[in-house]
């Protein structure tokens, strides 16, 4: 379960993966809603992962995701 560091840019939502050097673009979030946040989280190089939905928090943020599958 890696931490995942969310920061919202202008062309939209990024992650950054430190143990890995990874940034990447959040191609899609499940649940974007103020109240409902999080999900499924498929990153634009095919990565996906799984944030437990939770009120959207406010950003840039580190959460711990699980591997989409795992």
Known sequence: ???IMFRQHDDGL???????????????LQFEQDDNWGGRVDLDNGEAYFLE??????LPITLRLKRAGE
Do not use: F, T, W
């Not at 939905?53 to 406010?58: A, N, T």
């Open 1 to 3: 379960m890696p931490n």
């Open 14 to 28: 990024y992650c950054y993966i430190a143990k890995r050097d990874l940034e990447a673009k959040v191609a899609q």
């Open 53 to 58: 939905p939770q009120v959207k928090p406010s």
